[in-house]
């Protein structure tokens, strides 16, 4: 679904993930849809669990010429260093984790004062709206057909309540025929510098 997927997103994708240094950590790396926005010659710390994406996802890094560090961990657990990186990237992974509270506590470990994470995701439309309605109806075919995806959560307010310096969050729709998909958000949040 990826041509189908970056239709939609690509504008706030471009966004979201303008001017990335020469080394980004992924979570959810997946086939590696997101290798278009790294800069030439940038190595890709990715985080995937899923080893059926493996051989694509190394393939897809060698042809884009990405140096790939390829870590089969959960976006939970990373085993990368405390502050040790500048820049967290994800699309579409915090509705399929099993604890986005967890994984934003991670992001914030890993990063550095004044790192950035990067995000492009779908949430919960608001309550009483018809999109909120057909979530609902839909939430377990929807979680068994998409690797889990959770098309309810108030991610949102997860990363506003995850202790960042600041975030910035673009609210969008798009229109697909995936009513439950139709809500996102897109933006930056970035880690508290260091007290001099």
Not at 41 to 49: D, F, K, M, R, Y
Not at 104 to 125: C, Q
Not at 126 to 133: A, E, K, N, Q, S
Request: glycine share 6%; hydrophobic share 45%.
């Amino acid at each position: 679904m990826d041509p189908y997927i970056e239709h939609h997103l690509r504008l706030h994708k471009q966004r979201a993930f303008a001017e990335l240094p020469p080394e980004v950590v992924e979570l959810g790396s997946g086939v590696g849809a997101n290798l278009r926005y790294l800069p030439a010659g940038a190595t890709l710390i990715a985080v995937e669990p899923n080893r059926h994406m493996h051989a694509r996802l190394r393939s897809a890094a060698a042809r884009a010429g990405v140096r790939l560090d390829l870590r089969e961990r959960l976006a939970e657990s990373t085993g990368l260093p405390d502050h040790s990186v500048d820049t967290v990237i994800s699309s579409l992974v915090l509705c399929t984790v099993h604890d986005p509270d967890a994984v934003l506590a991670e992001v914030r470990r890993i990063l550095r004062p004044g790192g950035a994470f990067r995000f492009v995701e779908h949430v919960a439309a608001p309550d009483g709206t018809p999109t909120r309605l057909a979530q609902r109806l839909v939430r377990r075919p929807w979680a068994w057909t998409f690797e889990g995806c959770s098309c309810e959560r108030d991610l949102e307010g997860a990363l506003r309540a995850a202790a960042f310096a600041s975030v910035e969050v673009e609210r969008y729709r798009v229109r697909t025929a995936f009513l439950p998909f139709n809500t996102q958000i897109a933006g930056v949040a970035v880690t508290p510098r260091a007290s001099s």
